[in-house]
Nanobody, 119 residues
């Protein structure tokens, strides 16, 4: 059982910056992936960025060059630095963590934090 708590969401103007943070607790010893998804009204939840314990990162095409994910697997925290924010970045952002479970895995999700980009 993993608990994830996000922080850092809010309202910023287009072109602004925001940093999201997430901390994991509970059964965290074998987490090997952490990252962020987002869901805008009327849209599917989509992956934004992930980082694997070995250091590999993945980004959605829509955020490449603007978002940077950093993971600390000693502390089980993950941060998403967002710059040059656009109105289309408006969404609820969810932290997630993945850990192995036999031949498959278990995913855990935070409650979500609202990010709104508007003038």
């Amino acid at each position: 059982q993993v608990q994830l708590v996000e922080s850092g969401g809010g309202l910023v103007q287009p072109g602004g910056s925001l940093r999201l943070s997430c901390a994991a607790s509970g059964s965290i010893f074998n987490i090997n992936t952490m990252g962020w998804y987002r869901q805008a009204p009327g849209k599917e939840r989509e992956p934004v960025a992930t980082v694997i314990i070995g250091g590999n990162t993945n980004y959605a095409d829509s955020v490449k060059g603007r978002f940077t994910i950093s993971g600390d697997f000693a502390k089980y925290t993950v941060t998403l630095q967002m710059i040059s924010l656009k109105p289309e970045d408006t969404a609820v952002y969810y932290c997630y963590a993945r850990r192995p479970y036999g031949i498959t895995f278990l995913d855990s999700w935070g409650q979500g934090t609202q990010v709104t980009i508007s003038s």
